[in-house]
């Protein structure tokens, strides 16, 4: 009798084993490893980026890699970093390309090892992602727009400073402002250069453009360099207020620049809720549920007054 109580228990302990290894490693599986890449891993943008990433694989109980290249330029390290994820066997991916042409090919090789991308704050010319979750740029773009030929009263010469050559999102802004400023037939776009997202490279193309045209009377910045790099330039040929400048994302020195009046107008978009967003909707398809294609996250427009207000909101 001893003997078989001791077989029985011995049984049982051993189901009992084999099935909570069983429950842990279904709860191991099931802890999905969702990979962020952003165009570079510096700059106030991405870190609210990756703080929204943050937040949502907290709240939905997933594992977060959040990687990217030191600089929105190096397409190259942005493609082996994707590389390495697909060899890694992550289950999602989202990516804002640094080139929407660039990173088809690895996006595409991503979906056909059955890993779901999505783009968020850029687009890939792609339509085997899944989706897109970022601003509407081209509705940016014109918004951009609209403001500076109001700032410039419908009249005067522009310089467009874009970010980095390739990236779809900027595409679509300068697509989306020169496509408002074409109804306006007393303002002129003298030059369209890039800074490479470089702030001193801005710099030097709006010093150059100011003494090239010393009636310049706006100015666009179409990623986080650009304003600040302009209103810099403006500010040491003591333009301050007659070359208008309207810009992209409230970075620290954008919103210092803002508040003084340099800087007339910034286009905020909202980076924490793409990383957010991007994170839960990769778990919801990892689920197998529908996601939406298309989702805008919207802007907002700062104004100097405003922006004084939330510098003096910012903790010291």
């Known amino acids: ?17 084999a099935f909570v290894s069983l429950t842990t490693s279904q709860a191991r599986k099931n802890q999905w490893q969702i990979a962020i890449v952003p165009k570079a891993l510096t700059g106030e943008y991405w870190v609210r980026c990756k703080k929204g990433s943050e ?34 066997g992550v289950h999602a991916i989202g990516i804002s390309p640094c080139d929407g042409k660039a990173l088809v ?22 339509d085997k992602r899944l989706a897109y979750i970022g601003t509407d740029n081209e509705k940016a773009g014109e918004l951009a727009a609209k403001e500076l030929a109001k700032l410039m009263n419908g009249r005067g010469k522009v310089l467009i400073i874009q970010g980095v050559p390739g990236a779809e999102n900027l595409m ?11 109804k306006y037939p007393r303002i002129e776009i003298v030059s369209e250069q890039a800074c490479q997202s470089d702030l001193t490279r801005a710099l030097e193309i ?5 003494r090239a045209h010393s009636d ?9 360099y650009g304003a600040p790099g302009a209103a810099q330039a403006v500010k040491e040929a003591g333009k301050t207020g007659e070359v208008k400048i309207v810009g992209f994302d409230a970075i620290p020195t954008t919103l210092k620049y803002c508040a003084e009046g340099v800087v007339q107008a ?11 967003l991007a994170v839960r909707y990769l778990k919801e398809a990892l689920e197998g549920k529908k996601i939406p ?7 907002d427009i700062i104004t100097s007054e405003q922006a004084k207000k939330m510098l003096l909101s910012k903790p010291k």
């Open 1 to 17: 009798m001893g003997l078989r109580l001791t077989l029985v228990l011995s049984a049982f302990f051993g189901l009992m084993f």
């Open 105 to 126: 090919p690895v996006i595409e090789k991503a979906v056909s090892k059955g890993i779901p991308v999505v783009t968020l704050d850029s687009d890939a010319k792609t």
């Open 55 to 88: 937040a949502a694989a907290k709240q939905f109980g997933v594992k977060l890699t959040f990687v990217g290249p030191s600089a929105e330029t190096d397409v190259d390290k942005q493609i082996d970093i994707v590389e390495n994820l697909i060899t890694r």
């Open 172 to 182: 679509q802004r300068v697509k989306g402002f020169r496509r408002v400023l074409a």
């Open 206 to 210: 709006a010093e150059n453009a100011l």
């Open 293 to 299: 294609k298309m989702v805008d996250t919207g802007v």
């Open 266 to 276: 910034i286009v905020e978009q909202r980076p924490y809720r793409m990383g957010y």
């Open 216 to 224: 310049l009377g706006g100015i666009f910045g179409v990623n986080a």
